[in-house]
């Protein structure tokens, strides 16, 4: 069941056979603060989203001030959570 977004379908679908299935895909790119997950009859022994960074050397930065420190270190992980090749 695609969930279309502007006409572009961000979805994935996984079929699960009988017993334990396993589903890892390192290539795909998903974001999202939320899975959502339609299935019956079935038990989940774990389920997420495993993040992939861009490997970089990044300079360590120290603000005294603890407001500016946490914007700064949530820019530059919003930063590294977009360095992905299109």
């Known amino acids: 069941m695609p969930r279309l977004l502007d006409g572009r379908d961000f979805s994935v679908e996984f079929r699960a056979g009988v017993g334990r299935n396993l ?11 939320y899975l959502f997950v339609n299935a ?19 300079n360590k930065v ?5 407001t500016l420190q946490k914007i700064y ?14």
């Open 23 to 33: 589903y890892m895909n390192p290539y795909r790119r998903l974001a999202g603060r």
């Open 40 to 58: 019956k009859n079935i038990r989940i022994n774990a389920l997420g989203i495993r993040p992939v960074e861009f490997p970089i050397l990044a």
């Open 62 to 66: 120290k603000f005294e001030n603890k």
């Open 73 to 86: 270190d949530t820019s530059v992980y919003t930063l590294k959570c977009c360095m992905h090749e299109h």
